[in-house]
């Protein structure tokens, strides 16, 4: 299992974040970011539903409505959502890749990797779930902590 060890840097990176209307808008992505940072309670957007992860300290995590699949913008589209736990790793050193967050579920097959940006110098984690079937629709979702107790 990795673990981030680096500190938060206070250089940035800029990097493009691809939209579902074309060419992203520049995004800030930190250069690394620590343990202690990521450990506590994450909370989506009501937008998104409000859903909540908590990254415990050992590596742990449960999820409440947590985002995993969007079948696409129709009427009836539906976004399937996991409730429930397994455990979490961040990546610091991925060559070309800024840091991302990555959730391997309990008894399920599939991972969800979230990517780290700052926003006006708070990190937050963008889940963005893509739509499946090739067209590009995104179902956005962004993550900020709530509280750095996982418990809160």
Known sequence: MLRMTAGLATAAVTALVPSSCGAGKPVITP????HSELVGRWDGEPRCGSPIFRLRDDYTFSSKDFPVQWDGPEPDSQVTRRSSAGEWH???????L?????????GHADIQILHFFLEHGELRIDGTVYADGGDPYAYRCHYKRGSADPEA
């Not at 250069?31 to 620590?34: E, F, G, L, Y």
């Not at 800024?98 to 309990?106: E, R």
């Open 31 to 34: 250069k690394a970011v620590t």
């Open 90 to 96: 961040g990546v610091n050193k991925d060559p070309g």
């Open 98 to 106: 800024p840091p991302y967050l990555v959730l391997s579920f309990s």
